[in-house]
Nanobody, 123 residues
């Protein structure tokens, strides 16, 4: 079992930055990811990293603006979001799985999810 708790969401103006955190407890997660879900849309992949941040993957829509990091398997995972756009507005969810996953993941490959943190990009 892996317990996850996100924090760091909020209201930010276009072009601004936020850093989301995902604290973990329980078993060690082999891979951790961020997904997001905007109103009236399906949940979509944002970024993923393996244990200790060895391999990282990003959705095309966030490449060059978002950075996922994880210093060690016992430390939180972070999502640094820069140059935010209104279309980044969504509830952001942290997800984890026990086994390491290589490649861009799907939501159904993760067994553990946080409660979500809301990000609103608006002037």
């Amino acid at each position: 079992q892996v317990q996850l708790a996100e924090s760091g969401g909020g209201l930010v103006q276009p072009g601004g930055s936020l850093r989301l955190s995902c604290a973990t407890s329980g078993s060690t997660a082999g891979s951790m990811s961020w997904f997001r879900q905007a109103p009236w849309k399906e949940r979509e992949f944002v970024a993923s990293t393996t244990s200790s941040g060895g391999l990282s993957y990003y959705a095309d829509s966030v490449k060059g603006r978002f950075t996922i990091s994880r210093d060690s398997i016992r430390r939180p995972a972070y999502l640094q979001m820069n140059n935010l756009k209104p279309e980044d507005t969504a509830v952001y969810y942290c997800a984890a799985r026990l086994n390491r996953l290589v490649g861009v993941p799907r939501a159904d490959q993760f067994a553990y999810w946080g409660q979500g943190t809301e990000v609103t990009v608006s002037s």
